[in-house]
């Protein structure tokens, strides 16, 4: 199967599912599609296993084919975060930098510790022994949140403005920090489990202030030839290019893309925005992009829905998932009442409920799947892949869900 019948499958599942969802559902549209997704791809293995309908063989062909953590990681992830940054604004994104730089750096450190920690008891207690490093990994990947699918939610709950900045430029930030802490734990992995510090502590200062550094030149360059025109059509080509070129650079570089590109996004969408865009490229821009992040979002919860196809089933795996979940939001709940504790001592307010709000609304996503599935073939790989997936589920089903209510009940009590 090519990659334009890949991509027409895709896309009309994509669409079937967004019409059934907003017709019938009405959940919000990354959980409705991911949930419809789900139960397609779980009556296709129900089907298969009766041998009904042997399907599920040929969509586990595509998936195989497809390889998730290439199309997400090297393929959609530029795009969505670019399109998340370019409509946050930057003055708000500085009123609120020291909780957003505290969740994205000590937060993710912390949750990547705690959760590693735990789950190496978990599943020594459960008879399932993980090597600690792995643990660690798991903790990595599990512990950021994933702005893709908090943006969309976050969009539509009515949170209070300066909560909504924190939680999103939170997931902006701590996903490059979350890849980076995972990519330095997995070249120590690579390198036999001897730890050097000295170039795990090169690697998180390249990786990390290279991403930023790059990403503001990104997108100062960007903005530079944004001004020396004023043709929407060249416009957005040039803000397309600075996504697809610059993204690539940076893995290149071996710099972090994901930072670069957010701040990229930022500058863009702030400093270009006012100052070298005429209001109809504005309009034709903001159309582009969000239609962009619509399409690849669609894209995405679909293809993260059908992922169940090809995630190893095993009871043993799903009873360590079950308890793992109260487990990571308990690190979360940690870190960031921390966060938040350590900055209420320098008397930065904060409302009622922030910390709950904080934590339950850190869900993950795609970018969890992904890194775990880029772990080398193995049982420990297959046991990271059953848990993460099921976390993630339950999040974005659960928390996803029931987030809005969480934050309209304390806005109601506040009020």
């Known amino acids: 199967m090519g990659l334009y019948d890949i991509a027409a499958v895709l896309t009309t599942l994509a669409a079937l599912f967004s019409y059934l969802n907003h017709r019938y559902i009405r959940f919000p549209s990354a959980i409705g599609l991911m949930a419809l997704s789900l139960a397609f791809s779980l009556i296709l293995l129900g089907l298969g296993k009766a041998g009904i309908f042997l399907f599920d063989g ?13 199309t997400l990681m090297h393929g959609m992830l530029g795009f969505l975060l670019f399109a998340g940054a370019l409509h946050v604004n930057f003055d708000d994104l500085l009123h609120r930098k020291w909780i957003i730089s505290l969740l994205a750096t000590f937060g993710v450190l912390l949750s990547t510790l705690l959760v590693g920690g735990m789950t190496w008891l978990c599943l020594h207690l459960l008879g399932l022994d993980l090597p600690l490093l792995y643990c660690l990994l798991f903790g990595a990947l599990i512990s950021p949140t994933d702005p893709i699918a908090v943006l969309g939610i976050m969009k539509k709950i009515g949170a209070p403005k300066e909560l909504e900045t924190t939680i999103t430029g939170e997931s902006l930030f701590n996903d490059g920090m979350g890849v980076v802490i995972f990519l330095s734990l997995f070249a120590l992995l690579q390198a036999g489990g001897t730890p050097d510090y000295g170039e ?5 200062l390249i990786e990390v202030g290279g991403g930023v550094l790059f990403g503001a030149a990104l997108g100062s360059c960007c903005y530079y030839f944004l001004k020396q025109v004023d043709q929407y059509q060249v416009e957005v080509l040039l803000t397309l290019a600075t996504v697809v070129g610059g993204y690539r650079l940076a893995e290149v570089l ?4 994901p930072l670069a590109i957010v701040v990229a996004g930022l500058l863009v969408g702030n400093h270009g925005r006012h100052f070298g865009m005429s209001p109809m490229t504005r309009r034709h821009l903001d159309t582009f992009w969000e239609l962009i992040d619509e399409i690849l979002n669609a894209v995405l919860f679909v293809l993260i829905g059908l992922e169940i196809l090809i995630i190893p089933h095993d009871n043993r795996y ?20 921390g966060a938040v504790g350590l900055l209420a001592g320098f008397k930065r307010p904060f409302q009622r409920g922030t910390v709950v709000i904080l934590t339950w609304a850190g869900l993950r996503g795609g970018i969890s799947v992904a890194l775990a599935l880029s772990l080398p073939a193995g049982p420990e790989r297959a046991a990271i892949l059953t848990i993460t997936y099921s976390i993630m589920v339950f999040s974005i089903l659960v928390q996803g ?4 209510r969480l934050v309209k009940r304390f806005m109601v009590t506040d009020s």
Not at 200 to 204: C, D, E, N, R, S
């Open 58 to 70: 040929q969509a586990r062909a595509l998936l195989a084919e497809l390889n998730f953590y290439d």
């Open 254 to 257: 071996h710099v972090s893309a």
């Open 200 to 204: 795990i502590g090169k690697i998180l």
């Open 318 to 337: 799903l009873v360590a998932a079950a308890l793992l979940i109260p487990t990571v939001l308990f690190a979360r709940l940690i870190s960031v009442g």
């Open 401 to 404: 869900l029931t987030v809005g």
